[in-house]
């Protein structure tokens, strides 16, 4: 098995979301010369990180009808409804402009890893990546060979994402996330890096050991993985 992890250095976000657009665009499109679509399965992240991205999967107005999305988290204790919830996130940013079938949009429970392996796996995975090195809410010292379970977020999480809501004390202490294990089955994966701060969770992920204390660090161990950053 080759190992080989691309690194792009982007020049700005605009330039990162369009590129990953691109790649995705590319996937789900037609089988050339036919009007096939494949069933293509997605991994796809929430956050700041991506917003551009789905931005510019929107204005493409693209068919999106055998296309499966598996969401990497949501938060637990928290409304479907409520503005900063993943799938009312997912919701306002892609799906509410796309002709996805209802059944295809799935978010995570405690059967994930099985309906992920029943639908024939995931073909392409997106991640940001958290100040903390953590990669969907895969906190520091997640083990590898973690499944899609429910778990505590760290004090870091908790601050970066308190910016969306009114004050800190509003942001859910715990969520539901794909595991390690489940996000390394993915045939590809992607991850965008926006932002100087995180740099340090970049580099010890890339340059760094392979260790539970950087979860992102095991994406070495993918033979697919290509990582977009931009400032
Ligand atoms: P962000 O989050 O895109 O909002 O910076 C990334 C992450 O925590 O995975």
Redesign the pocket.
């Given at each position: 098995m080759v190992k080989e992890m691309i690194i792009n250095y982007v020049k700005d976000y605009h330039t990162m979301s369009v590129m990953v657009a691109d790649i995705i665009e590319d996937l789900i499109a037609p089988t050339p010369g036919t009007h096939n679509l494949p069933h293509i399965k997605l991994g796809l992240?929430t956050?700041?990180?991506?917003i551009g991205m789905y931005k510019s999967l929107v204005e493409r107005n693209l068919t999106w009808s055998a296309v499966t999305t598996f969401n990497l988290d949501e938060y637990i204790d928290i409304d479907p409804d409520h503005p900063e919830s993943y799938t009312n996130f997912m919701w306002r940013r892609l799906h509410m402009y796309t002709n996805i079938k209802e059944e295809n949009i799935r978010f995570p429970n405690l059967n994930y890893d099985d309906e992920i392996q029943k639908a024939g796996g995931l073909d392409l995975t997106i991640?940001?990546?958290?100040?903390n090195g953590?990669?969907?809410f895969n906190e520091p010292f997640t083990p590898f060979n973690s499944t899609t379970r429910i778990v505590n977020l760290a004090q870091q999480?908790i601050k970066?994402?308190s910016r969306f809501f009114d004050s800190i004390d509003d942001v859910p202490t715990q969520a539901i996330t794909m595991g390690l294990k489940t996000i390394m089955s993915s045939k590809e994966i992607i991850m965008m890096v926006?932002?100087e701060h995180?740099r340090d969770a970049l580099v010890k992920a890339i340059w760094g050991k392979t260790t539970p204390d950087v979860p992102a660090s095991i994406l070495k161990e993918h033979e697919n993985v290509r990582v977009f950053y931009c400032d």
């Amino acid at each position: 098995m080759v190992k080989e992890m691309i690194i792009n250095y982007v020049k700005d976000y605009h330039t990162m979301s369009v590129m990953v657009a691109d790649i995705i665009e590319d996937l789900i499109a037609p089988t050339p010369g036919t009007h096939n679509l494949p069933h293509i399965k997605l991994g796809l992240p929430t956050g700041g990180t991506p917003i551009g991205m789905y931005k510019s999967l929107v204005e493409r107005n693209l068919t999106w009808s055998a296309v499966t999305t598996f969401n990497l988290d949501e938060y637990i204790d928290i409304d479907p409804d409520h503005p900063e919830s993943y799938t009312n996130f997912m919701w306002r940013r892609l799906h509410m402009y796309t002709n996805i079938k209802e059944e295809n949009i799935r978010f995570p429970n405690l059967n994930y890893d099985d309906e992920i392996q029943k639908a024939g796996g995931l073909d392409l995975t997106i991640l940001g990546l958290g100040s903390n090195g953590h990669i969907a809410f895969n906190e520091p010292f997640t083990p590898f060979n973690s499944t899609t379970r429910i778990v505590n977020l760290a004090q870091q999480t908790i601050k970066d994402n308190s910016r969306f809501f009114d004050s800190i004390d509003d942001v859910p202490t715990q969520a539901i996330t794909m595991g390690l294990k489940t996000i390394m089955s993915s045939k590809e994966i992607i991850m965008m890096v926006h932002g100087e701060h995180k740099r340090d969770a970049l580099v010890k992920a890339i340059w760094g050991k392979t260790t539970p204390d950087v979860p992102a660090s095991i994406l070495k161990e993918h033979e697919n993985v290509r990582v977009f950053y931009c400032d």
